[in-house]
Each structure stands twice: as C-alpha cells, then as structure tokens.
C-alpha cells in the first residue's frame, strides 16, 4: 500500500528502483503457487462434484454486508464459490456463503503457507509492514499494539524492533508457537474469548477483514479494546483496484471461499462510517503492474513473461495509486 511504489529496503532482494523485477516477480508467483497447492486440494474437499459449487450443506444465503439489501447480481464463479454484486451500494461479496460451523471447520484443518511465504518474500513483507506501521505512528505513538491474526510474527518483529509492545493473536497452533518463541505476547484463542488486562494503543489488521463475514460488527466490537486515541488500521484488497477489474475471475484476489467480502473505497468508507469510526489516512498499495501489462499482452498475468508492451509505457504505479487503483487498501481508523 504505497502511494507511488513499494520502498527498496536491501540491495540484494527481489527489488530495483522501488519495484520488485519481473523475473523475481514470476518466481515469487510461483513461489506462492507452489506453497498454496495443497490448500487448493483442501478446498475442493468441499465442493458438490455434480454442481461444481460449494456443497449447500456447508453455506447460506445473505443480505450485503454493508447496506444489507438483498438484491444482488452473480458476477462470476471461482473455486466453486459465487461471486455477486450489490444492487444498492455496489459491494462485491460471496452469496451464499460458508455457515459459522463449517467455516470454522475448514479453518481448523487448513494448512497455512503464510509463515513459508513470509520466508520467501521477506523484502516484500517488510515494505508493506514498515509502510503501514509508519502510517500508525502518524496518529498514534508507539506503545501496545495487537496483530489479529499474526501467523508467525513477521509483522510484530518489526514493531519490536520501533519500541512497540507486542501482541498476537493467531489460531493456527503452529505459527502461534513460532511466533512465541520470537518472545511477543501471543494468544492461541479468537479475540472474543481473549482479554488483553490494559487498553490497546493499536489494534492491525492484515489482509483480516475481507475473511470476516461481518464486518461492521466485527469493527465495532474492536473499539472496546482500545485507549481513548487508540486506531485500528487495515489492510485489505481493492475490488475496484485497476488487476481486479481487468482479470476480475482470473485475479488471485478472488478465492471463492476465504475471501467472502471484497471492498472498494467507497464501500469501506460506508462500513466504518456505520461502524462508528473516522478514516484518518487513506492510500493503495502494490500496483500490479507487471501482472496487468502482461494480461494485457495476451499473457499469462501471473506465470507468463513480458515482452516489453512499450504502448503500455503510460501506466505507472504512481497514475495507479493517484486515482486509489492499487490492489489494496491501508487505511487508519479511530473510533468516533
């Protein structure tokens, strides 16, 4: 989430003048590929065969979640999940989707790859956290601060390491041990059964909210936890970011099972306005670019090679990130 691009942080890593080349770009797609591929297989577990959806056993039907109407429109289908579009505020969402029980059933037996690509992708974790953190510290200073759904760390390491007071929430058993033997204070339990004894100066939220069905619920919820100037900030992907909506069903943003809600801008803004929060900073981050300019080539977006595409010279990561098109969203909010 940068305006403009992700910051060069070591001269040996996958970047080069703030951008990460396209041969450690393809590598690092792969990478992910590869790690993902027995979740893929974890998934499809729970597909009906005759149908090629999501078994109804395991799902319902929903209002939007942000302005619960109940009209919507079927965009497209992916990994046996449906994809639709709000009547009313335009929110992208998946209906029907998984019940609370079997939902926590397919998290409980899921393998996480996340600590495994956070090895991987080291320089490019530490980018995007430094940038969000320091967007934090712009409204509030360092003191305690909580990581909803931590994995191994990664993102607490750095904090550590600006004078913040650590916290961690993860319930994957084994990226929580990871995690605790860095020396944070992490908790093995969802938040609703976790109590913190003092008032939180931060609460993040990496890539967390868009697996919460409700999300204005869950936001309003958080405000207890915080000191009286305490923030939360998010990190989430951008519906209306240029990827999504050129490869829209092709785009590794839709999941089709963990990603149930997907919002815009102007969506999210509505959540935490109902919420009761004030957004205070606002920016995209990773523009996507090599992606877009090779599916533009009539090339694979994630897999395939770019062969200069020099028409496509005017798209830069900074025309991306000035009309908020960046594949995702960090924002800071404090409660009203």
């Known amino acids: 989430m940068i305006v403009g691009r992700i910051r060069r942080t070591r001269k040996d890593g996958p970047m080069e003048n703030g951008k990460i080349r396209e041969t450690d770009a393809k590598q690092l797609h792969e990478g992910r590929r590869r790690s993902y591929e027995t979740v893929d297989a974890y998934r499809r577990s729970f597909i009906d065969p005759s149908t090629g959806l999501i078994a109804g056993k395991y799902t319902e039907h929903r209002a939007c979640p942000v302005c619960e109407a109940t009209s919507d429109r079927r965009i497209f289908v992916k990994n ?30 899921n393998t996480s790859a996340q600590a495994t690509a956070h090895a991987s992708e080291s320089e490019f974790y530490r980018s995007i956290y430094s940038r969000g953190l320091s967007s934090i510290g712009k409204f509030v200073r ?93 990190q989430i ?37 109902k919420a009761g929060y004030d957004i205070l900073h606002f920016e995209t981050v990773i523009d996507e670019l090599q992606v877009l300019k090779k599916y533009l080539d009539y090339e694979d977006p994630y897999f395939g090679d770019l062969h200069g595409a020099t028409d496509l010279a005017f798209l830069t990561g900074d025309l991306i990130h000035e009309f908020r098109l960046g594949y995702k969203m960090q924002i800071v909010i404090r409660p009203r």
Not at 94 to 99: G, I, R, S, T
Not at 240 to 263: K, T, W
């Open 80 to 109: 046996g999940g449906t994809y639709v579009k709000c009547g009313a505020c335009g929110m992208i969402y998946l209906n029907p989707v998984f019940k609370d029980d079997a939902l926590r059933t397919y998290y409980e037996n």
């Open 142 to 234: 360092a003191g305690s601060i909580l990581d909803i759904g931590c994995s191994s760390g990664f993102f607490l390491d750095i904090a550590k390491e600006k004078g913040w007071r650590t916290i961690g929430i993860e319930l994957n058993r084994a990226e929580f041990l990871i995690a605790c033997g860095k020396g944070h204070d992490v908790r093995n339990t969802a938040i609703e059964e976790t109590r913190f004894g003092a008032k939180l100066s931060a609460i993040a939220m990496w890539d967390v909210l868009e697996h919460i069905k409700s999300g204005g619920r869950y936001l309003r919820n958080l405000k207890s936890l915080l000191d009286t100037d305490g923030v939360v900030f998010l």
């Open 237 to 273: 992907p951008s519906a209306s970011s240029l990827a999504a909506r050129a490869l829209q069903e092709r785009c590794n943003m839709f999941d089709g099972v963990e990603h149930v809600n997907l919002y815009t801008p102007g969506t999210i803004s509505v959540l935490c306005e």
